[in-house]
T-cell receptor
Framework: QKEVEQNSGPLSVPEGAIASLNCTYS??????FFWYRQYSGKSPELIMFIYSNGDKEDGRFTAQLNKASQYVSLLIRDSQPSDSATYLCAVNVNQAGTALIFGKGTTLSVSS | GAVVSQHPSWVICKSGTSVKIECRSLDFQATTMFWYRQFPKQSLMLMATSNEGSKATYEQGVEKDKFLINHASLTLSTLTVTSAHPEDSSFYICSARQGINEKLFFGSGTQLSVL
């Protein structure tokens, strides 16, 4: 059974610090990886996606992928209180028409 | 990003009634849409994969006769919760994949409360 694991948190960081969110997945056939942000009572919002090993940067966000270790992470630099949310890691094994498998999410709290 | 519209945003209904939720892709055609359910403080659980012009594929444990899915066109999928009961109260979210790049975009979700 395909699984995506995340530490539920909460992860607490002060404003301006770097928040590091981690995710592991069980299926070695996984090809694409996504990070979604979800505010309470709202639908998930896509933040980052990564397909290749290494780092991918977009503004304050950096996604890191290590397929050998089956590990993907999200770094948030200069964390802001508005970043406080639940971050969901999602994985796709790249089969046509398949849905994403989601982790349970990590709750991030950024204090001002 | 692509826009996926979902409504209603919330609905309160009596036990035993049916509720229909609509999901539309506004600026792209989605041959496949996905329906998720999320209970409080839990992750998204895939309920079914909705394929345009064919029957939906349901995940294990999801009753297809209770959760009716119709994907009538490339831009519209509907989920009908039939004979709803309080245990069906949840946050239902549809999603669609834009093209072949596999990014998944979500509708705004529907909070269903069954009394």
């Amino acid at each position: 059974q395909k699984e995506v694991e995340q530490n539920s948190g909460p992860l607490s960081v002060p404003e301006g610090a770097i928040a590091s969110l981690n995710c592991t997945y069980s299926d070695r056939g996984s090809q694409s990886f996504f990070w979604y942000r979800q505010y309470s009572g709202k639908s998930p919002e896509l933040i980052m996606f990564i397909y290749s090993n290494g780092d991918k940067e977009d503004g304050r966000f950096t996604a890191q992928l290590n397929k050998a270790s089956q590990y993907v992470s999200l770094l948030i630099r200069d964390s802001q209180p508005s970043d406080s949310a639940t971050y969901l890691c999602a994985v796709n094994v790249n089969q046509a028409g398949t849905a994403l498998i989601f982790g349970k999410g990590t709750t991030l709290s950024v204090s001002s | 990003g692509a826009v996926v519209s979902q409504h209603p945003s919330w609905v309160i209904c009596k036990s035993g009634t049916s509720v229909k939720i609509e999901c539309r892709s506004l600026d792209f055609q989605a041959t496949t849409m996905f329906w998720y359910r999320q209970f409080p403080k839990q992750s998204l659980m895939l309920m079914a994969t909705s394929n345009e012009g064919s029957k939906a594929t349901y995940e294990q444990g999801v009753e297809k006769d209770k959760f009716l899915i119709n994907h009538a066109s490339l831009t519209l999928s509907t989920l009908t919760v039939t004979s709803a009961h309080p245990e069906d109260s949840s946050f239902y979210i549809c999603s669609a994949r834009q093209g072949i790049n596999e990014k998944l975009f979500f509708g705004s979700g529907t909070q269903l409360s069954v009394l």
